[in-house]
């Protein structure tokens, strides 16, 4: 019985041995992103790209909206649309349709794409241009100084310059070769070194609503904002092993839509794992740029008439020269030299990121005052010398400053922040940011505080105290917070504040010295 027992217990296993395995599920197939708003919504951009053939569109959408304790009027072509930091214009509370609040609105194509008879290269591309959801209006700083040339400043909505000026291609717009190896080589209108590193390093990731580095370009740009974009640049990068180095040289000038006559750069960087069980990414950025442009605008006052029969009224009168337009601007010029120190350290949930920035900007090589043509197709208007006393009274401005800096301009900006990933969907960051000039006043005028009145359109007059020149010392700084919540994967909800002050001699002509201000809005990526 024991041997016929072990007899069938092994029969019984061998059947069972010989029985079908029951067949492995197929894994669910992927769903179809485009079956659905909400399975695109809740794809990734590198998961349900609109590509075909080795190109691929794109486009992202931010749209919100913000108070200003001390705010100017919206202005369509300006990229950031409305003031989060304090600006010269900015006055009174208001409530403002806030675009691009932590990214650019931007619509583009980007390529990459095998060279078949070149093995392990690809050949790649890209062209993006910025706009603002709420106008339509292409990005265009200088139209925004255009359309407030010659207004007092209590009537003037948010301006300023920028290297994008209504380009159809006014953020990139490139083409390159690609190596694993050898690195990228990209020919065209491409990001200065400089802006790169401010993208990867500043803790808000340079948003115009929460960091004073996104809100002014004139940070990356050490001095010029028009500097954060070549036209017509050549741009390397490679990589190898936890190293990583760029260059990038500008060749051409204004003619060719430039913002500087020659621009050189270099970044040496690496990527450091496992200090402290966390990354550490640190770069240097070193800059150099001849004759850059700063364009600015002409701003007229407002008086109570004392005589007439409209005496007692207030009345405006432009600021514009007479026999020019509104669509001539003046240039201050000026040769800047810098210096980023970029790091940023990711442990779990926590990434710690800053730098320090320093610059010094010094007369330009050249005076250029026969004018130019800057961007956008504005113009800067020859400066007639003359020593004529009755040609020098009809054409007394000089359009084309080349003496600003006859005492150098140094400025330093330390910045630091954190970020906190709650989950996987919520993250929660804070940043501090810090500017100081030196004192360059080189006129026989010394620094002083003095009163300075500005009569609005109703007829009210705002006195202030502040200092008699801008190259007086001064400092300025930003303190912000902010949560994003990414309830699908293309889609942030995002709320936050920045506070911001400015003293001294960058405060020189500002109707206000303090912004607070708070902004809630939503990006869409497709």
């Keep these: 019985m024991g041997i016929f027992a072990i007899g069938i217990a092994l029969a019984s296993g061998a059947n069972a041995a010989d029985l079908p395995t029951k067949k492995q599920e197929a894994p669910a197939a992927p769903q179809n992103c485009f079956s659905s708003l909400w399975a695109y919504l809740n794809s990734s ?93 292409i990005v265009n700083g200088p139209r925004s100084l255009v359309q407030n ?59 115009y609503a929460f960091s004073a580095l996104g809100y002014s370009g004139s940070y990356a740009g050490f001095g010029d904002t028009e500097t954060n974009r070549a036209n017509t640049g050549v741009k390397y990068r490679v990589a190898y092993e936890n190293f990583h180095g760029g260059a990038l040289v500008q060749w051409g000038g204004y003619n060719q839509g430039n913002g500087t006559t020659g621009l050189y750069q270099g970044d040496i960087g690496a990527d450091v794992e496992n200090v402290f069980g966390g990354l550490l990414s640190v770069d240097i950025v070193g800059s150099y740029a001849q004759n850059a442009v700063s364009l600015s605008n002409f701003t007229g006052t407002c008086s109570t008439l ?7 009224q207030t009345g405006c009168t432009s600021g514009i020269p007479e026999f020019y337009g509104p669509d ?29 920035m320093w610059w010094q900007q010094a007369n330009p090589s050249d005076e250029f005052l026969n ?35 006859n005492k150098a301009r140094v400025v330093n900006v330390p910045f630091i922040g954190a970020k906190y990933a709650v989950n996987s969907q919520i993250d929660v960051t804070g940043a501090f940011y810090y500017e100081n000039q030196n004192n360059y006043n080189s006129s026989t005028t010394p620094c002083a505080y003095a009163k300075t009145s500005f009569v609005q359109a109703n007829g009210n007059v705002l006195n202030v105290i502040r200092e008699n020149s801008s190259a007086c010392a001064g400092t300025q700084y930003a303190l912000s917070a902010m949560i994003d919540y990414r309830p699908l994967k293309r889609v942030d909800l995002y709320a936050g504040v920045m506070f911001s002050n400015v003293y001294g001699g960058l405060a020189n002509g500002f109707l206000a010295t303090q912004n607070i201000a708070p902004t809630a809005g939503l990006r869409v990526k497709f």
């Design 45 to 137: 951009v590198a998961d349900c790209p609109l590509s075909y053939a080795g190109i691929t569109a794109y486009a992202t959408i931010d749209v919100g909206l913000g108070y200003s304790s001390n705010g100017a009027p919206a202005s369509g072509p300006y990229s950031n649309s409305v003031y989060s930091f304090v600006g010269k214009q900015s006055y009174g509370a208001k409530w403002l349709w806030t675009p691009n609040g932590i990214n650019q609105s931007v619509v583009g194509i980007n390529m990459k794409e095998a060279i078949p008879w070149l093995p392990g290269w690809s050949l790649v591309g890209a062209v993006e241009m910025g706009f603002n959801p709420y106008t339509g209006d």
């Design 149 to 207: 040339n010659g207004l007092p400043l209590v009537l003037q909505s948010a301006n300023s310059d920028s290297s994008r000026a209504g380009q159809f291609d006014n953020s990139v717009g490139y083409l390159g070769i690609s190596n694993r190896t050898f690195g990228t080589l990209t020919v065209g209108r491409v990001t200065s070194l400089t802006l790169d590193g401010v993208i990867a390093y500043d803790p808000m990731g340079g948003s």
């Design 306 to 312: 004392t005589k007439g029969p409209l005496a007692g």
């Design 328 to 356: 001539d601007l003046k240039a201050t010029l000026s040769n800047n030299s810098g210096l980023m120190l970029l790091a940023k350290y990711k442990w779990g949930p926590v990434t710690l990121s800053g730098g320090w």
């Design 371 to 405: 004018g130019f043509e800057t961007l956008g197709g504005y113009s800067v208007p020859a400066t007639i010398v003359t020593t004529n006393k009755a040609i020098a009274k009809l054409f007394p401005t000089a359009w084309t400053n080349f003496t600003a800096y």
